[in-house]
């Protein structure tokens, strides 16, 4: 077997060539992400596939795989290299090729194979690369599973064994297109922008939507991992925007946003509006507990309040639960507590029967707010938004924070908050109505409007989202004394995004 991996290795080196280059903290809450070559290299990407055998093995499981790969220039390379991996420790591994996350999560089903491993940056900036992995479906790994593949693969505890197999997967593309738009039909003729980035969604979205029997504008549907205008990213306003300057130049009913790995979906109505996915969800959930009563959802704790004061949730009987934002949290939560659909703030949505199998799917997400128009023939989208009662949202903004730092950081800012609201103190001058602390620090105060300061799981960075039911300036308000406190830490650089 391979060397155990090391972390001083400086590329055009003979060592580089011959031992694994794996960084630490590439091992995230639940999925594993790192800068090609600079934090790992093709050694280091053949170790994890071996770690994820040995794994697969420890764990029982019968030892055959899924295998894809997102649209990067680099990510055959490193698919070929955990293939290699996952073949030494006697794992059969099932290449489907070029895939989205979800058409990964579907040949689970489709080909009765319980593990998966996809290679994918998701909306990351070119030059990272990753692996989204499963043992059990539709749930991917959380953080004991993390935990050990990152101590296995460390220490290269990787075991050799026989049995290791290869095989190609032809025409997964057209078995998941198919499956997903075989009871699909609409009444309501509706035209639709999708856009895609010019990531992998290109190569699946916009026939997948036509084929339902909507009218289709690819927008950026073209598949350039130089990704030349933005990355394939729903929640970064440059995509947001160009999907506004589409919907108004073709006058289409709603344009669908697509990140670089399809599992998320963003939304803009038909005025041009952005509509942030935790506001998509509420509508969604308003759709879907008039045909379900006492619906049970899940949310994550970046996302608006409007699912537990929304007045139409309230009729219905439904619940909604706040949980831990990242995608394998909302996932397996969504399944323990029998949730109809789990909502996440980034647009991943969780669809369990009878909409979906319960893993994120953005083109599974899109069909139900397309259907969501199809049941409101009379309304547009943005009426459908219009009915909530209002709220001031900002977009989830991120300032830097090392890796090694970022988890330990945020402890003493929730150790902060928390002293702050034991001694009585206000937050834009009112008093704490609730603290949450499931994931980051979450504080409301007595008007309902709330900061959320969490740690990234994926990236160097800390997460901030502030929202308020009263009015934009008490939202405002709300950023600044986050900014505040943020200012009070030197180990917390420039954010990526204000208000």
């Given at each position: 077997m391979l060397p155990t991996p090391r972390t001083d290795l400086e590329p055009n080196t003979l060592e580089y060539e011959i031992i694994p280059k794996v960084k630490p903290t590439g091992f995230r809450e639940y999925d594993a992400r790192w800068l090609f070559e600079k934090e790992i290299n093709l050694l280091g990407i053949q170790a994890l596939?071996?770690?994820?055998?040995?794994?697969?093995?420890?764990?029982?499981?019968?030892?055959?795989?899924?295998?894809?790969h997102d649209f990067r220039s680099y990510s055959v390379s490193i698919k070929q290299a955990l293939t290699v991996g996952l073949m030494s420790a006697g794992i059969e591994v099932n290449d489907i090729g070029l895939a989205l996350s979800p058409v990964a999560y579907f040949a689970q089903f489709d080909l009765d194979i319980p593990c998966v491993a996809m290679v994918t940056a998701s909306h990351n900036d070119n030059g990272w690369t990753g692996v989204k992995m499963g043992v059990e479906a539709p749930l991917t790994f959380g953080p004991e599973e993390m935990g050990r593949l990152k101590e296995i693969v460390l220490n290269g505890a990787y075991k050799s064994r026989a049995g290791g197999a290869y095989k190609y997967v032809e025409g997964m593309r057209e078995r998941y297109i198919a499956d997903l738009v075989k009871d699909v039909t609409f009444t309501r003729k509706m035209k639709v922008i999708a856009a895609c980035g010019n990531g992998t969604a290109g190569a699946f979205a916009p026939e997948a939507l036509a084929r339902m029997g909507v009218e289709v504008i690819p927008m950026d549907a073209e598949l350039d991992h130089s990704f030349p205008k933005y990355n394939p990213n729903p929640e970064d306003m440059k995509m947001l925007h160009a999907m506004v300057d589409?919907?108004?130049?073709?006058?289409?009913?709603?344009?669908?946003?697509?990140?670089?790995?399809?599992?998320?979906?963003?939304?803009?109505?038909?005025?041009?509006?952005?509509?942030?996915?935790?506001?998509?969800?509420?509508?969604?959930?308003?759709?879907?507990?008039?045909?379900?009563?006492?619906?049970?959802?899940?949310?994550?704790?970046?996302?608006?309040?409007?699912?537990?004061?929304d007045p139409v949730l309230q009729a219905n009987g439904a619940t909604t639960k706040y949980w831990k934002t990242g995608h394998s949290y909302i996932k397996r939560y969504s399944n323990e507590i029998g949730a109809l659909a789990g909502f996440e703030k980034s647009g991943h949505f969780f669809f369990r029967e009878p909409y979906g199998r319960g893993y994120d799917d953005g083109l599974v997400a899109a069909i139900a707010l397309l259907k969501m128009l199809d049941r409101n023939p009379d309304k547009t989208m943005a009426q459908l938004r219009a009915d909530l009662p209002k709220t001031w949202q900002s977009?989830?903004?991120?300032?830097?924070?090392?890796?090694?730092?970022?988890?330990?950081?945020?402890?003493?800012?929730?150790?902060?908050?928390?002293?702050?609201?034991?001694?009585?103190?206000t937050f834009i001058g009112q008093k704490l109505r609730d603290l949450n602390t499931v994931n980051g620090v979450r504080f409301t105060v007595e008007d309902g409007t709330?900061?959320?300061?969490?740690?990234?799981?994926?990236?160097?960075?800390?997460?901030?989202?502030?929202?308020?039911?009263?009015?934009?300036?008490?939202?405002?308000?709300?950023?600044?004394?986050?900014?505040?406190?943020?200012?009070?830490?030197?180990?917390?650089?420039?954010f990526n995004q204000k208000l």
């Open positions: 596939g071996a770690g994820l055998g040995t794994l697969i093995h420890e764990l029982g499981k019968e030892p055959r795989i899924v295998v894809g589409a919907v108004k130049e073709h006058g289409a009913d709603i344009a669908l946003g697509f990140d670089g790995d399809g599992d998320r979906c963003g939304v803009v109505d038909n005025e041009g509006n952005e509509i942030f996915a935790d506001v998509i969800g509420v509508m969604l959930a308003r759709d879907l507990s008039a045909l379900h009563k006492n619906a049970v959802f899940v949310a994550d704790v970046k996302s608006t309040g409007l699912y537990m004061t977009p989830t903004m991120s300032p830097h924070c090392d890796d090694e730092k970022k988890y330990e950081v945020l402890d003493r800012i929730v150790a902060q908050v928390q002293k702050h609201s034991d001694g009585g103190g709330w900061g959320l300061i969490r740690a990234s799981s994926n990236k160097p960075e800390l997460v901030v989202v502030v929202e308020s039911p009263t009015s934009e300036e008490n939202r405002n308000e709300m950023f600044r004394e986050i900014e505040a406190i943020l200012a009070g830490y030197p180990e917390v650089g420039e």
